[in-house]
């Protein structure tokens, strides 16, 4: 069974730094494109980046905040958060398409496995 969880939200005040993490068990995503998505309350999910084979993509708005890694020997993705802002607030999934080497997407219904999400609030 494949399974996506995702560790490392909580509470922050403006300006500081969360790291989440996302294990993947069930099956290797190794060459496959992983995202991070988050979804705030009353708003659709919206992506935040992925990593694929070649390298990394960001949305505007976390760009030079935010970095995606990932250690395929710990099967695991991460998120790094600085300079967080109020903004940030949602809850924060990491998600994996099951094509090799592919591309990635900013398109949440492109992605094949999802995790159950963790919650970040930043405090102003």
């Known amino acids: 069974q494949v399974q996506l969880v995702e560790s490392g939200g909580g509470l922050v005040q403006a300006g500081g730094s969360l790291r989440l993490s996302c294990v993947t068990s069930g099956r290797t995503f190794s060459s496959n494109a992983m995202g991070w998505f988050r979804q705030a309350p009353g708003k659709e999910r919206e992506l935040v980046g992925f990593i694929n084979w070649g390298g990394t993509s960001y949305a505007d708005s976390v760009k030079g905040r935010f970095t995606i890694s990932r250690d395929n020997a710990k099967n695991t993705v991460y998120l790094q958060m600085n300079s967080l802002k109020p903004e940030d607030t949602a809850v924060y999934y990491c998600?994996?398409?099951?094509?090799?080497?592919?591309?990635?997407?900013?398109?949440?219904?492109?992605?094949?496995?999802w995790g159950q999400g963790t919650q970040v609030t930043v405090s102003s």
């Open positions: 998600a994996a398409q099951t094509t090799h080497y592919g591309l990635g997407s900013p398109r949440p219904q492109l992605y094949d496995y």
